[in-house]
Structures are given as C-alpha cells and as structure tokens.
C-alpha cells in the first residue's frame, strides 16, 4: 500500500516515488527514537583468520524484533563494520573532550601552519572535524557493503522496517597485538 499511496503522491515517477518513501522511513525512525531499548542481542563477529574478533550489542524495544532475521542481520553487518572499519564510538556524542580537544588543537595547528586568514582556519578546522568524526564514529561511517548510505542510514531503514527503535549501545574490537 504505501508503494501505491508513493507512486500516486509523485504522479506515477518511479524515482521521486523511491525517494519518497526513503524520507518516509526516516521520519518513521526519527519519532521511534526517543523510546526506550531494554531488549536486544549481542553478536560477534570473528574475520577469517582469527586475528580480529568484535562483539557488539545492539538494542531495541522488545525481544521479539530481536529475534527476527532483519534484526540480525543488522548485528552480523554492524559487527562486520566494526572489524573492518575499526571506529573508536558509536556516536559524536560518545567522544570524549579530552580525544575532541587533542583533536582539534591538532588540526588546527595544522591549518596554521598553511599561513591561511583564521575565518579559513576555522573553515578547514570544521571540515577536518566532520571528517574525524566520520572515521572515528560507527554511526556517522560509510557503510563498508555501500558507501552511498552511513551506518545511521542502515539503522533507521531497519527501525522503518520492523516498527522499532534500535540502537547500537556498545563494542569491543580485539586486534591481536593490541
């Protein structure tokens, strides 16, 4: 039905139809967001070879999303994405003022070192720090299966699509050696 009701909102084009619906499930997850998640699982994810292993709990309203196929599959992806992409928080908000100000005392010795006006330091300084928390951040990463969308993306099509809210709420990677 709401294909249907897409296709007749944006006169029968395909691709508005798309992008509609795409909103839709994003505001869906926006208003689920505030609900809380005391169920959940937790996976682990071992790389072939055995050198680097994650385990990650992810969360979300009651145990019975938890033990849907989707459900899982955003554990295995997300673990997968940990072991690959190796981020340090799960989200912007995670990162300490002692990693953000290390940070960006960093990057802005290195734009002044450019001998650039500081109204462009400051420029270069927001966009080094939107590139840190890109990397360091599991939600705001590229998803390591399509870059196109971040992790965030992928955790609220499936909040859209199974009605509940879901959240990552920690990981531990392990590395031998470190």
Known sequence: MDCKNALAETSGDIEKAIDFLRKKGLSTA???ASRDTKEGLI?????????????????????????????????????????AADPRFVSREEVTPEVLEREKDIY?????????????????LEGKMEKFYGEACLMEQAFIKDPNITVQDLVSAKIAKLGENIRVHRFTRYKIGE
């Open 30 to 32: 926006a208003k689920k």
């Open 43 to 83: 996976g682990s994810y071992i790389h072939v070879g055995g050198k680097v292993g994650v385990l990650v709990e992810i969360n979300c309203e009651s145990d019975f999303v938890a033990r849907t196929a989707d459900f899982q599959e955003l554990l295995k992806n997300i673990a997968m994405q940990i072991a």
């Open 108 to 124: 802005r010795q290195q734009a002044l070192a450019t001998g650039k006006p500081a109204a462009v330091v400051e420029k270069i």
